[in-house]
Nanobody, 119 residues
Framework: QVQLVQSGGGLEHTGGSRILSCAASGFAFNVYDMSWYRRPPGKERELVAT???????????VYADSVKGRFTVSRDDAKRMVYLQMNNLQVDDTAVYYC?????????WGQGTQVTVSS
């Protein structure tokens, strides 16, 4: 059974930090690109960050312009975990965050976790 189980999130003040975690099971973790998406209130879902599969070489990362320099995505293949370290949080970072796994047309989603940033 494929599962992406998220943890972390909650309420934070502007300038604060949070880390989101995602535990993967039921699929070959190292051949999947792993991403974090978010859906701000009243807006469409958007890609936040991606870390590439590691079976063919070192992972590479890509970030949305809005989070570059503040967020860091990482993965631990031995633990089957992916993380999103979020620093200098801003009110506009308020959203439901989703862990996502992709291998070509195969996709899996986490359950979502709310991050709320207050000024």
């Amino acid at each position: 059974q494929v599962q992406l189980v998220q943890s972390g999130g909650g309420l934070e003040h502007t300038g604060g930090s949070r880390i989101l975690s995602c535990a993967a099971s039921g699929f070959a973790f190292n051949v999947y690109d792993m991403s974090w998406y978010r859906r701000p209130p009243g807006k469409e879902r958007e890609l936040v960050a991606t870390i590439s599969r590691t079976d063919k070489g070192p992972a590479t990362t890509v970030y949305a312009d809005s989070v570059k320099g503040r967020f860091t995505v990482s993965r631990d293949d031995a633990k089957r975990m992916v993380y999103l370290q979020m620093n200098n949080l801003q009110v506009d970072d308020t959203a439901v965050y989703y862990c996502h796994a992709r291998l070509f047309s195969l996709q899996h989603w986490g359950q979502g976790t709310q991050v709320t940033v207050s000024s």
